[in-house]
């Protein structure tokens, strides 16, 4: 039996909403370690909360510094 399809909406109680952030947030930095192990990609995941606060993941600092200043440099 497989899990139900979930209604992707705006969560408006604001504890449920950070509550289902923060496991997703940490869902999402498992993932993008896992496929960066395994599959001996280079990943680089930026997540910004709605307080502005940033959350990343890279699996190398090989390019870290080439991506990021052009990305937040875009986002101005």
């Given at each position: 039996?497989?899990r139900g399809k979930v209604e992707l909406?705006?969560?408006?109680?604001?504890?449920?909403?950070?509550?289902?952030?923060?496991?997703?947030?940490?869902?999402?930095?498992?993932?993008?370690?896992?496929?960066?192990?395994?599959?001996?990609?280079?990943?680089?995941?930026?997540?910004?909360?709605?307080?502005?606060?940033?959350?990343?993941?890279?699996?190398?600092n090989r390019y870290i510094f080439f991506?990021?200043?052009?990305?937040?440099?875009?986002?101005?």
């Amino acid at each position: 039996m497989g899990r139900g399809k979930v209604e992707l909406k705006r969560i408006e109680n604001k504890i449920n909403r950070q509550v289902t952030f923060a496991k997703r947030r940490n869902g999402l930095l498992k993932k993008a370690y896992e496929l960066s192990v395994l599959c001996d990609a280079e990943v680089a995941l930026i997540i910004f909360s709605t307080r502005g606060k940033l959350y990343e993941f890279c699996s190398t600092n090989r390019y870290i510094f080439f991506f990021v200043p052009r990305l937040l440099c875009s986002l101005v």
